[in-house]
């Protein structure tokens, strides 16, 4: 489950980065950013549904 979590939070902050770069203009940065955003979210996705939602105890 640590897996998720930190894909998620890559994901999350590549979306805040990808604003950032939006906001100053930065092609590169917006590329990368979505990039990211993309790769990493789709790994925590695909982890969540492989793996599934532990039960907690």
């Known amino acids: 489950m640590g897996t998720v979590i ?3 939070l890559v994901a999350i902050l590549a979306v805040f ?3 950032s770069a939006l906001k100053n ?3 590169l940065g917006i590329i990368f950013g979505l990039g990211s955003a993309g790769v990493f979210g789709w790994f925590a996705i695909m982890t969540i549904l492989h793996s599934g939602f532990p039960a907690g105890h």
């Open 17 to 19: 980065g990808t604003l």
């Open 6 to 8: 930190i894909f998620a």
């Open 25 to 27: 203009k930065n092609g």
